[in-house]
């Protein structure tokens, strides 16, 4: 563990000079990497999920509605970033965030973070919608457009988690504080993620939902501008 | 004398508002009928919420620019009378739903995003709650009340317009939208809209000193 802190600090001196935002992003992956447990974690959550969900519904596939389908895996996505992101402030001890002060600003590190758990988010959203497929039919009829639904629906969800855990970080009761901080202000963004990919999922004409999708590009774009701007206030406490 | 004036306009305006809401004609509308009165207090309740919990917004805009604690004080308070005018308003909105649509809670998209909304605001006060540190706790609530703001405003006024509301004016309903405002309405919306508002900051008010009364005891 401490030998793990002292690369990872050797790794950001020598790097940082060159460009901080991606240091930090590649500092993210790497210690994801070697902390592959934490990682594996997440997956095997996001397996035990559906099998939880398979099961409930009579183990048979095609037994629900492209609505329930629909319905149900976003609340497992919503679960899911809730618990991967979560950790994105929570897990790092106090000395590490005050050494990254020292070093970054704080907008750099944000983005950095936002980036990573985006990035991070899409592959799990999409490792989740294979094995969600296997187990409980895949009624997406417009498939490209549900893609494109998941990755900025996965994007938005990121980035409110981690805002919404650098705020919770900071208080004693973190991890409950974490659920009741963003399942409210999650759901604007949910509701607009649920019907446009329930629109991807009919197969109907995508010159239809382009009002929602800007709608979701907008949420996106406030969500992380006040990332950005409200960050460094956070930061300096 | 002279700095309560406003105080004074409230408990006018709102007896007023008391009044003329249950005496003054009514435009005669199908299904709504004499139930309308209640945009004078429910709607406008919802109003006063809107404008009080701005205002907490632009205080805690204030209280990160500069750190001074009484903004920050401010801006709880004018959350705390906004939560309060949005529960107000919730009960009001349930009362008429019973008798118009036939039943408390119909899960019409504008009352589920009420309930969401003020979730979120009871987010806020836990949060709150659980910091001790007065300068840290200003901070981190100061933060969350503008990113609950933000979330706020897509879930009250977007997102219900985009389905089928069973509220009036909405999908096909007979409504008092502003542009089919009566006269009528208009002479008892508006000054009941200030009346709440004014009410809202005079309770604020009360505990802002309360507050500032028991700082100064503590130091």
Redesign the interface.
Known sequence: MVSRLVANIIYLHRHMKNSSLITLIKKEFLSEWRQRYALNGIILYLASTIFVCYMSFNLKVGIIKPITWNALYWIIILFTATNAVAKSFIQESQGRLLYYYSLVKPEVFIISKTIYYGLLMIVMALIGLIFYSFVMGNPVQDLPFFLVVVAFGSLGLSSALT??SA??S????SHT?VA??S???L??LL??VI?LSKSALDGLDRSGSI??FV?LLA?NV??FT?SYL?FP??W?? | MKKNWWKILAIALLIYTILAGMLLDVPRLSILNETIRNQHFHVTMWFGMIILLTGSMVYAIKYLSSGNLDFDDKSIALANSGILFGVLGLVTGMLWAKYAWGDWWSGDPKQNSAAICLLIYFAYQILRNSLTDEQQRGRISGVFNIFAYAAMIPLLFILPRMTDSLHPGNGGNPGFNFYDLDSKLRVVFYPAVIGWTLLGVWIAELKLRSKRITRALED
């Open positions: 805002m919404v705020i919770a900071k208080a004693p009761n504080l009741i901080l399942f409210p202000t759901i604007p509701l607009i019907k009002d929602e709608t949420i406030i969500t006040l409200l206030y956070l300096r406490s």
